[in-house]
């Protein structure tokens, strides 16, 4: 069945340091891949998006995402947080099959961001 | 306005009650969405509407009924609701649901976060 894994429920990070969140994926095919960011109170930003091509995806905000076929993975990462980072991150995957989209949402990963 | 926008914020409901939630998209798509996020567990996908007609029900209770009047509409009624139906009801809308294309990211509402009494 497809599924995606968010392994880290919450992440604590000091401000200025590197970032890794976790995104592991179930699927038969090579998927379309996406990371979102929820603030609190409000809906879902999409972050960046891995469809085809070049590995290493990057994104708004500074972040960045790498996708690794071998380890079914799609790793979103930032090389300095800032305070303004902390919010909640979903991994997504989005299967195209019988001409139709059909996302799937990990449980997301809550990150906060030490001042 | 721009984007999704959702509508009430908040809304509080005894078991009894009739209420709707709307969801609007003012950009030009042809797909919308309606996803249920409770908390710890992933957003469920509840129902998609492509160019005015329902092409998912993802198994939700008849007490939830969607209405797509045009594109840019998306309603949501409720009706005799459980206090398990309590989540943040989430509103996307995408270009459409069967073009292939990279652009074809779904844009999200901040959503209506309801509390079921």
Same mark, same amino acid.
């Given at each position: 069945a497809q599924s995606v894994t968010q392994p880290d429920i919450h992440i604590t990070v000091s401000e200025g340091a590197s970032l890794e969140l976790r995104c592991n994926y179930s699927y038969g095919a090579t998927p379309y891949l996406f990371w979102y960011v929820q603030s609190p109170g409000q809906g879902l930003q999409l972050l960046l998006k891995y469809f085809?091509?070049?590995t290493l995806v990057q994104g708004i905000k500074g972040f960045e995402a790498e996708f690794k076929r071998s380890q079914s993975s799609f790793n979103l990462r930032k090389p300095s947080v800032h305070w303004s980072d902390a919010a909640e991150y979903f991994c997504a995957v989005g299967p195209y099959s019988s001409g139709t989209y059909k996302y799937i949402f990990g449980t997301g990963t809550r990150l906060k961001v030490l001042a | 306005e721009t984007g999704v926008t959702q509508t009430p914020r908040h809304l509080v409901m005894g078991m009894t009650n009739k209420k709707s939630l709307k969801c609007e998209q003012? %950009? +030009?798509?042809n797909a919308m969405y309606w996803y249920k996020q409770s908390a710890k567990k992933p957003l469920e996908l509840m129902f998609v509407y492509n160019f005015k007609e329902q092409t998912e029900n993802n198994s939700v209770p008849s007490r939830f009924s969607p209405e797509c009047p045009n594109s840019s509409h998306l309603f949501l009624h409720l009706h !005799? %609701?459980?206090?398990? #139906?309590s989540a943040l009801y989430l509103c996307a809308s995408s270009q #459409?649901? !069967?073009? +292939? #294309? %990279? #652009?074809n990211e779904q844009f999200f509402g901040p959503g209506t976060r309801l509390t079921v009494l």
């Open positions: 085809s091509g070049d | 003012h %950009l +030009g798509h !005799t %609701l459980q206090p398990e #139906d #459409d649901i !069967t073009s +292939g #294309d %990279l #652009d």
